[in-house]
């Protein structure tokens, strides 16, 4: 059964990894230049982009992903609005609480476990089919909800300079 992985497949895993390492590297630091803020939902935003599109390419609708963008983009905007920026003399500093940290590190996660889901889905194709379809509806809510949060952050940051 191992031929119905792919190359798509370790790339999506690489970037499900590459956005929760910069989510943890992001939490770690006070000040975020703007680069970070977008790095972990535009990588996350690669893993989404490969889920949704083998989906797809598997048949199905696309205007569950269409619902799954719009309240992506609704959540992350919401998100973004929720923290609290703080200027000093040299660089907008961003507070972001311990709720909050554990939460966006949840979200990265969780793009983790839906490339996960979709690896084992390639084992056991046709019995999968509809974890493998939420999962990729989840993993684009998520990762176009992190796009949004640092859309926003950007937007608060700049609107204050």
């Not at 895993?13 to 910069?22: D, G, K, T």
Request: proline residues 2%.
């Amino acid at each position: 059964m191992v031929h119905n992985l792919t190359l798509v497949h370790a790339l999506l895993a690489l970037a499900a990894a590459a956005s929760i390492y910069l989510v943890v590297r992001e939490l770690r630091r006070t000040y975020v230049s703007q680069w970070r803020l977008f790095a972990p939902g535009a990588v996350a935003m690669v893993a989404a982009t490969g889920l949704m599109l083998l989906q797809i390419g598997g048949g199905q609708a696309r205007w569950p992903f269409a619902v799954a963008l719009v309240a992506g983009v609704i959540i992350g905007i919401a998100r973004g609005l929720m923290i609290d920026v703080h200027h000093d003399l040299y660089q907008p500093q961003i507070i972001i609480s311990r709720a909050a940290r554990i939460s966006f590190l949840c979200v990265a996660l969780a793009i983790g476990g839906c490339v996960a889901a979709e690896i084992a889905g390639a084992f056991a194709s046709p019995a999968l089919d509809k974890v493998r379809l939420w999962a990729a509806l989840i993993a684009v809510v998520c990762a176009v909800a992190m796009l949004g949060r640092a859309l926003m952050l950007t937007i608060r940051l700049h609107r204050h300079s």
